[in-house]
């Protein structure tokens, strides 16, 4: 097969070393191993909360992964892309796209939320990672162990532990297109019971630029990220800010013709987390998100009642007060978790449309109460229960207080080297406030105060086997979605048919020594009518290898072919190849070649005669040095 | 976060393939320091790492901290020793503060558990590390 031959060769050349013997001498060897087997994410993970995956320090950093976007790639279920506005989007094979509110980012014990959007996942593709010291990913969760807002797919992102650092990093990228990356932090502890993290980043991400019917369709970015924390005994102070400004890309109009236009966003949050002597954890939080979306497009953007607009301009400012409460009772075979929590988010909504103009304010509160259940039958045998009700109480009467509950059920079986794993999870998504409520003139969106929230009922079922070099695992979920959400021009938002989805995932990787190993997986998904509007299966090779100071991450992804809109897109093929040569303990130089072949996954959008790539063809320059 | 401090507390319960790795670190370091005794007495300021000493063959855990050889540092800052114990710092910040008494330490530092033994320390109490130890010597002031 032509393509993608430049990857196998990469292959064979890297699998001729793997069977050479280590050169590493006894105590440096067990250095090593013991850095991984240590690992933040052993301590963190919890497998009773659904699907987990985890991506180490040492894989971020061998992936020389500078965003969130950079580890979504390798995602399988949902996989990801971009929007029309440059934002991340995460797709479930065959399907348009995910419901954002299907996707939870939690920075520690903190949920990127919003109140205007519902889910803070538009921002993710902006989040970097350097701050970040391993991630895990969980599916099929029911949230309640994370005692936050409801969601499917929960992404916690753990930032680095002080007393692991006592020290910091300077790391600057580049790539052949002008983009940038700085990025600086340091960690230390003062002493036993105070100890201190501060990260920085700043970047300028250029994009290829593409053309409509004459009009260029850009899409660089400036971000701004930071980080920090403070600890003093059982106190944690935490504070975080993104901030990003995009070109417009294709912008809102019709046609896809933006004559400009910008995207800026800036999130703050501070997050203050007290552990009493009993346990208790009591969480507050405040969070404020200002967005300003501005789009020119003289063939027409749709402004809900105002019909079409050339110029686009709304501002939203959420404002997100949070309280939580949480505790672990731990007696004979079982183990109690029981919280709660109380969130205000209010929203503030400016618009200006050509000559006319939108101003509302409205806010709605969350309550919430939630336990969960985890009982040992066995030393190889834990049953899960959970129970959740969250009450939304609206400002506007226009919109009825709801009631929703989540009902979990869940079973882990160990037998000899596999685990079983098998949930049932019933759950909804909350409608974004911005589907729910305008003023009265309807704009930018035709609202709907009665708009039910989606219902998915999720039946999973996945087996594992684990072994000193190998481990396999095959995961299948069948998902009934009751009250979807969409949007019709003429109609506005409103609830669909029933329908459901089934999917399938399979991976395998063989560890050839703990630095190197290859994986493997494959993907499919099926939606109730057979369409397949993105690519309805894929699949990854990932090797990640070492040979005396240099670190290869390589990465091939295979998405199907798909259509959609009268476009067709061919099977994609997506070769990153990264290299790290360790010039010393503290100081590495990186090379890293993104979308290599210039043949990987293309998204087809509305109002566009033909796909646009989700990552460039780039060369990425990367320097770091620790002090 | 502080709930990886709480954390990193039970760790050696958590995590029992690190341990055994951990035991082996011990065992070459104690092994090296003490190349000709038959037993070597520890003192160790965490009661948790108690098991983990005396499973390594040749080492027995002490409670009074006059009769051991060596004096292991979880948490002390600053210890009273006799001058002829070996002080060896488990933590950065042990190693930091008692940079002039400790023979080496063991200790996380820029995301890595680092290893490192004092040149002066060393010489001062006569021991010369085998071969592949010796990268791992420093001089430290």
């Known amino acids: 097969m032509k393509v993608g031959s430049g990857f196998?060769?990469?292959?064979?050349?890297?699998?001729?070393?793997?069977?050479?013997?280590?050169?590493?001498?006894?105590?440096?060897?067990?250095?090593?191993?013991?850095?991984?087997?240590?690992?933040?994410?052993?301590?963190?993970?919890?497998?009773?909360?659904?699907?987990?995956?985890?991506?180490?320090?040492?894989?971020?950093?061998?992936?020389?992964?500078?965003?969130?976007?950079?580890?979504?790639?390798?995602?399988?279920?949902?996989?990801?892309?971009?929007?029309?506005?440059?934002?991340?989007?995460?797709?479930?094979?065959?399907?348009?796209?995910m419901p954002m509110m299907g996707v939870r980012i939690f920075i520690n014990d903190h949920d990127i939320s919003a109140s205007v959007y519902q889910s803070g996942a538009l921002i993710c593709g902006s989040i970097t990672l350097d701050n970040i010291d391993h991630i895990e990913v969980y599916r099929s969760s029911a949230s309640v162990e994370f005692g936050n807002e409801t969601s499917s797919v929960i992404i916690k992102l753990y930032t680095k532990e002080p007393s692991r650092e006592e020290g910091g990093k300077i790391r600057i990228s580049g790539d052949d297109k002008g983009s940038s990356y700085l990025s600086v932090y340091q960690g230390k502890t003062i002493d036993k019971d105070r100890e201190y993290f501060f990260y920085a980043n700043t970047n300028k991400i250029?994009?290829?630029?593409?053309?409509?019917?004459?009009?260029?369709?850009?899409?660089?970015?400036?971000?701004?990220n930071i980080y920090a924390n403070y600890d003093y005994n059982r106190w944690t102070f935490e504070y975080g800010r993104f901030q990003s400004e995009s070109d417009p890309f294709l912008?809102?109009?019709?046609?896809?013709?933006?004559?400009?236009?910008?995207?800026?966003t800036t999130y703050n949050y501070l997050h203050i987390t007290k552990i009493l002597e009993n346990d208790l954890r009591i969480q507050s939080s405040v969070d404020i998100i200002d967005s300003s979306q501005y789009f020119q497009d003289k063939n027409g953007i749709y402004a809900g009642n105002y019909g079409?607009?050339?110029?686009?301009?709304?501002?939203?400012?959420?404002?997100?007060?949070?309280?939580?409460?949480?505790?672990?009772?731990?007696?004979?075979?079982?183990?109690?978790?029981?919280?709660?929590?109380?969130?205000?988010?209010?929203?503030?909504?400016?618009?200006?449309?050509?000559?006319?103009?939108?101003?509302?304010?409205?806010?709605?509160?969350?309550?919430?109460?939630?336990?969960?259940?985890?009982?040992?039958?066995?030393?190889?045998?834990?049953?899960?229960?959970?129970?959740?009700?969250?009450?939304y109480r609206y400002s506007s009467s226009e919109i009825e207080d709801k009631n929703k509950y989540i009902f979990r059920l869940g079973a882990i079986k160990n037998i000899n080297k596999f685990q079983i794993k098998a949930f049932f999870t019933k759950t909804y998504y909350a409608a974004p406030l911005i589907s729910l409520y305008s003023d009265d003139k309807n704009v930018p969106y035709k609202t709907n105060s009665s708009l039910k929230f989606s219902q998915p009922t999720l039946h999973s079922f996945g087996i594992r086997y684990k072994e000193k070099k190998n481990i396999a695992n095959f995961r299948i979920s069948y998902i009934k979605l009751t009250y979807p959400i969409a949007y019709d021009p003429a109609l506005g938002f409103i609830n669909k048919d029933k329908t459901f989805y089934v999917q399938y995932e399979a991976s395998y990787t063989h560890k050839f020594d703990i630095k190197n190993r290859i994986t493997l997986d494959v993907y499919h998904g099926r939606r109730k009518d057979m369409m397949e509007y993105s690519p309805p299966y894929g699949g990854h090779i990932v090797l990640h290898n070492s040979y005396k100071k240099f670190d290869f991450f390589n990465m091939l992804e295979y998405r199907a072919s798909y259509s959609d809109y009268n476009v067709n897109v061919d099977a994609s093929y997506d070769w990153t190849l990264g290299v790290r040569y360790h010039y010393s303990k503290d100081l590495l130089f990186g090379i890293k070649g993104e979308n290599i072949l210039n043949k990987g996954y293309r998204?087809?959008?509305?109002?566009?005669?033909?796909?646009?790539?989700?990552?460039?063809?780039?060369?990425?320059?990367?320097?770091?040095?620790q002090f | 976060m502080k709930k990886f401090i709480v954390l990193t507390l039970f760790i050696s319960s958590l995590l029992g393939s690190a341990v055994?790795?951990?035991?082996?670190?011990?065992?070459?370091?104690?092994?090296?320091?003490?190349?000709?005794?038959?037993?070597?007495?520890?003192?160790?300021?965490?009661?948790?790492?108690k098991d983990l000493f005396e499973s390594i063959p040749g080492i027995k855990v002490v409670n009074e901290k006059k009769i051991a050889?060596?004096?292991?540092?979880?948490?002390?800052?600053?210890?009273?020793?006799?001058?002829?114990?070996?002080?060896?710092?488990?933590?950065?910040?042990?190693?930091?503060?008692?940079?002039?008494?400790?023979?080496?330490?063991?200790y996380w530092q820029k995301g890595r558990p680092n290893l490192i033994f004092i040149k002066n320390r060393l010489e001062k109490v006569g021991i010369v590390l085998p071969t592949n130890l010796q990268k791992y010597i420093e001089d430290i002031k």
Do not use: C
């Not at chain 1, 580890?71 to 479930?92: A, D, E, V, W």
């Not at chain 1, 912008?251 to 800026?264: F, H, K, R, V």
């Not at chain 1, 501002?315 to 709660?340: A, M, R």
């Open chain 2, 20 to 49: 055994e790795i951990e035991k082996g670190i011990y065992k070459t370091i104690l092994k090296a320091l003490f190349p000709t005794k038959k037993v070597i007495k520890v003192w160790s300021d965490d009661p948790s790492k």
């Open chain 1, 8 to 97: 196998l060769g990469m292959v064979l050349v890297l699998s001729s070393w793997l069977n050479a013997e280590n050169n590493y001498q006894n105590i440096d060897y067990l250095l090593e191993k013991y850095k991984l087997e240590s690992d933040l994410s052993k301590i963190t993970k919890s497998e009773s909360n659904g699907f987990v995956d985890i991506f180490t320090r040492d894989d971020i950093e061998r992936m020389q992964a500078k965003t969130l976007f950079d580890i979504l790639k390798l995602f399988t279920i949902p996989f990801i892309s971009r929007t029309n506005i440059n934002s991340t989007m995460f797709i479930k094979p065959s399907q348009k796209s």
């Open chain 1, 206 to 224: 250029n994009r290829e630029e593409y053309y409509n019917k004459g009009y260029p369709l850009k899409s660089d970015s400036s971000n701004s």
């Open chain 1, 308 to 391: 079409f607009v050339q110029n686009y301009l709304l501002n939203t400012t959420d404002k997100i007060v949070s309280l939580i409460f949480d505790k672990t009772f731990k007696y004979n075979k079982n183990s109690l978790y029981i919280g709660g929590f109380y969130k205000h988010k209010h929203a503030e909504v400016e618009g200006n449309f050509d000559t006319k103009s939108l101003s509302f304010k409205t806010h709605y509160n969350l309550y919430s109460i939630y336990l969960e259940d985890k009982y040992n039958f066995s030393p190889t045998m834990m049953g899960i229960v959970s129970l959740k009700g969250d009450y």
């Open chain 1, 603 to 625: 998204q087809i959008y509305k109002g566009l005669n033909f796909p646009i790539s989700i990552n460039d063809r780039k060369i990425w320059f990367n320097m770091e040095y």
């Open chain 2, 69 to 106: 050889d060596i004096l292991m540092l979880f948490n002390t800052l600053n210890v009273q020793r006799n001058s002829n114990q070996m002080i060896f710092a488990n933590g950065y910040l042990i190693l930091q503060r008692n940079k002039g008494v400790v023979v080496g330490g063991f």
């Open chain 1, 251 to 264: 912008g809102l109009g019709t046609q896809a013709t933006p004559s400009g236009g910008d995207i800026d």
